[in-house]
């Protein structure tokens, strides 16, 4: 009997432990309550600046509340690791604006991987926002003229200034807007009779005759690869009947494209009180008459070219001063100038990438450093500038 008993108590504690280890089983594990997601805003993954100029952005912290700290971080490619370079504290409310500077002490490299992070708070979950920072005018201390311009003529972008609105003398660069009023101004198929001022115009090399006529489209060839000044003075005469005309409608012109720092008093260049304009300028001028003259691009392309006067059946044949002509084959010509107040200057056209790029120089200081300037700049070009500006 006692045994009957024991064994009915053994199965009852049994059966009991099995039903509460069922139940036990059977309830559903309980999970902390979800995160908030903060949201990182108001900035590009990817930012193109000034490495001399302050960078500042403007991001927006959601959820804020309660402040959040918020830290600035770059890459450190020996370390393999990001680092704290400012660290930010919000304002307590549900949604906050912050000021992000990035220091220019540490934008002097090309392009910096950098990444904003919001700590986690309470149930506000931690959050990264990673941007690419890509510096302009890395390779400024390298070049020897006293001022430079690339510009993009498609995108209608500066990608490299230096000093580049500064008012300086452009010495025979003057010939691009001297070619420009001529092509613009419908008579570049037509002729002009060389009179007694072109033919007596300062550096005038080949030598004109007074009284011989000469097509315009000889005279450009002339004017942009010799850098005749009487075939310049010969178009401004044929073009508005005077040079001090012509020179007016340079100005005009020069008005109408919204060039600011430039002013002329001649259509040649040679050195005068008034008489000057910018890197930016130069770069403007091309920038508008290479894509729109087809006359303009065949004939800075040229290396020589050979012609006869209509009058007295005289030979020519010019060569060109660009000493790049057989640098690339994405250099396409360019227009030097040289007076013992300008330095030595080159504007020209350099393509990469499926862009366009003039180019411009002022004030090297000799013909070499000109040349030396400009690789440095369509280096620039390939490198940087047509795929990270």
């Not at 005038?204 to 942009?224: F, H, R, T």
């Not at 044929?238 to 007016?248: H, P």
């Given at each position: 009997?006692?045994?009957?008993?024991?064994?009915?108590l053994c199965l009852i504690i049994a059966a009991s432990v099995f039903s509460v280890g069922f139940s036990l089983a059977?309830?559903?594990?309980?999970?902390?309550?979800?995160?908030?997601?903060?949201?990182?805003?108001?900035?590009?993954?990817?930012?193109?600046?000034?490495?001399?100029?302050?960078?500042?952005?403007?991001?927006?912290?959601?959820?804020?509340?309660?402040?959040?700290?918020?830290?600035?971080?770059?890459?450190?490619?020996?370390?393999?690791?990001?680092?704290?370079?400012?660290?930010?504290?919000?304002?307590?409310?549900?949604?906050?604006?912050?000021?992000?500077?990035?220091?220019?002490?540490?934008?002097?490299?090309?392009?910096?991987?950098?990444?904003?992070?919001?700590?986690?708070?309470?149930?506000?979950?931690?959050?990264?926002?990673?941007?690419?920072?890509?510096?302009?005018?890395?390779?400024?201390?390298?070049?020897?003229?006293?001022?430079?311009?690339?510009?993009?003529?498609?995108?209608?972008?500066?990608?490299?200034?230096?000093?580049?609105?500064?008012?300086?003398?452009?010495?025979?660069?003057?010939?691009?807007?001297?070619?420009?009023?001529?092509?613009?101004?419908?008579?570049?198929?037509?002729?002009?009779?060389?009179?007694?001022?072109?033919?007596?115009?300062?550096?005038?090399?080949?030598?004109?005759?007074?009284?011989?006529?000469?097509?315009?489209?000889?005279?450009?060839?002339?004017?942009?690869?010799?850098?005749?000044?009487?075939?310049?003075?010969?178009?401004?005469?044929?073009?508005?009947?005077?040079?001090?005309?012509?020179?007016?409608?340079?100005?005009?012109?020069?008005?109408?494209?919204?060039?600011?720092?430039?002013?002329?008093?001649?259509?040649?260049?040679?050195?005068?009180?008034?008489?000057?304009?910018?890197?930016?300028?130069?770069?403007?001028?091309?920038?508008?008459?290479?894509?729109?003259?087809?006359?303009?691009?065949?004939?800075?392309?040229?290396?020589?070219?050979?012609?006869?006067?209509e009058s007295y059946k005289l030979k020519y044949t010019v060569d060109t001063r660009d000493k790049l002509k057989s640098y690339s084959d994405n250099h396409k010509?360019?227009?030097?100038?040289?007076?013992?107040?300008?330095?030595?200057?080159?504007?020209?056209?350099?393509?990469?990438?499926?862009?366009?790029?003039?180019?411009?120089?002022?004030?090297?200081?000799?013909?070499?450093?000109?040349?030396?300037?400009?690789?440095?700049?369509?280096?620039?070009?390939?490198?940087?500038?047509?795929?990270?500006?």
């Amino acid at each position: 009997m006692k045994k009957l008993i024991s064994s009915v108590l053994c199965l009852i504690i049994a059966a009991s432990v099995f039903s509460v280890g069922f139940s036990l089983a059977a309830d559903k594990p309980v999970k902390a309550p979800p995160g908030v997601e903060t949201s990182i805003t108001g900035i590009s993954s990817s930012i193109t600046a000034f490495s001399k100029k302050p960078l500042v952005r403007t991001v927006n912290i959601k959820p804020a509340t309660g402040g959040r700290t918020v830290r600035l971080q770059l890459y450190n490619s020996a370390e393999k690791k990001y680092k704290t370079v400012k660290t930010y504290e919000t304002a307590d409310a549900p949604s906050a604006s912050l000021e992000i500077t990035f220091p220019k002490e540490y934008r002097k490299k090309r392009t910096g991987k950098w990444r904003i992070v919001a700590v986690k708070k309470g149930n506000a979950e931690r959050a990264v926002k990673k941007v690419t920072v890509t510096s302009k005018n890395i390779i400024t201390k390298k070049l020897t003229c006293k001022a430079a311009c690339v510009y993009c003529v498609e995108d209608k972008k500066v990608v490299y200034a230096l000093r580049s609105h500064k008012r300086r003398k452009q010495a025979s660069t003057t010939k691009i807007m001297t070619a420009i009023v001529l092509l613009d101004s419908g008579k570049y198929g037509g002729i002009t009779k060389i009179s007694k001022a072109a033919a007596n115009t300062p550096y005038n090399s080949p030598v004109l005759k007074a009284g011989d006529k000469i097509k315009n489209e000889d005279l450009m060839y002339m004017l942009l690869l010799p850098s005749s000044n009487g075939a310049a003075t010969a178009i401004g005469e044929g073009v508005k009947g005077s040079a001090s005309k012509f020179v007016k409608a340079m100005n005009d012109k020069a008005d109408e494209l919204g060039l600011k720092d430039t002013h002329y008093k001649n259509p040649h260049g040679l050195d005068e009180k008034g008489h000057y304009s910018s890197a930016f300028d130069i770069c403007r001028e091309m920038a508008y008459i290479y894509p729109k003259s087809g006359e303009f691009r065949k004939t800075i392309a040229a290396s020589s070219y050979t012609f006869t006067s209509e009058s007295y059946k005289l030979k020519y044949t010019v060569d060109t001063r660009d000493k790049l002509k057989s640098y690339s084959d994405n250099h396409k010509g360019g227009k030097t100038g040289t007076t013992s107040g300008a330095g030595c200057c080159f504007t020209s056209v350099y393509t990469s990438k499926g862009k366009t790029y003039a180019v411009t120089v002022l004030g090297s200081t000799e013909d070499k450093t000109r040349w030396s300037d400009t690789k440095k700049l369509y280096s620039y070009i390939d490198n940087y500038a047509s795929t990270k500006y």
